[in-house]
């Protein structure tokens, strides 16, 4: 199994560009997030979803859209990208219920940065 | 949602064992005690979880004090590969409840392993 697969690993953008990270997992997974991280923070929320069709704000949509329309792919769309949004963003997806199911499993993340 | 303490950094030497505290005064009785590392320039990776009774895996021992608030991460004998910012993160018991199974991330503790 591949896990969690994001795409690209690194992107340059202009101020004003738009673009889409891609992540698609093979687990099979309902649940998928979309987290952000700054440098020497940890990960904050931007979306989630529960399943396809099914999607919903975490800590920080601003500026962010998302689509769930098969089980396996979860993209982030940037409209408008700005400078406070050059971050490394990761995927995660997990099961739904308790103890060994409820873990999130990581994809290797996409480095953007916006100038 | 519960937060946790933890100290912002430790260091430790390799082949020494490895004791990582997380303060979670505020605990609810749902809540699971989870621990993720993240190695550098990667994503997250689970470690390991608990609820009350102390747990062990091949990567890394948790303690849990009898009270729950607090907890220990033990890495048994500290490898250079163990060089890693390591998160202790409560979560809902249930990923299908209100919390939908997010991972509310502090800013961890930075492990340093000296050969």
């Known amino acids: 199994n591949a896990g969690v697969t994001q795409t690209p690993k690194f992107r340059i953008l202009k101020i004003g560009q738009s673009m889409t990270l891609q992540c698609t997992q093979d687990?099979?997974?309902?649940?998928m997030y979309w987290y952000r991280q700054d440098p020497g923070m940890g990960l904050k929320l931007i979306y989630y979803?529960?399943?396809?069709?099914?999607?919903d704000k975490g800590e920080v949509p601003n500026g962010y859209n998302v689509s769930r329309s098969t089980t396996e792919d979860f993209p982030l769309r940037l409209e408008l990208a700005a400078p406070s949004q050059t971050s490394v963003y990761f995927c995660a997806s997990s099961y739904p219920g308790r103890g060994a199911k409820n873990i999130q499993y990581f994809g290797a993340g996409t480095r953007l940065s916006v100038l | 949602d519960a937060k946790t303490t933890q100290p912002n950094s430790m260091e430790s030497n390799e082949e020494e064992p490895v004791h990582l505290p997380c303060n979670h005064s505020t605990i609810s009785g749902t809540d699971y005690i989870h621990w993720y590392r993240q190695l550098p320039s990667q994503g997250p990776e689970y470690v390991i979880h608990g609820l009350t009774s102390n747990v062990n895996n091949r990567m890394a021992s948790l303690a849990i004090a009898e009270d729950r608030k607090s907890s220990t991460l033990i890495l048994h004998r500290a490898t250079l590969r163990d060089a890693a910012v390591y998160y202790c993160i409560l979560r809902d018991r249930e990923a299908g409840g209100t919390s939908y199974g997010k991972l509310t991330f502090g800013q961890g503790t930075i492990l340093t392993v000296h050969p």
């Open positions: 687990m099979n997974h309902n649940y």
């Open positions: 979803s529960v399943g396809a069709g099914i999607t």
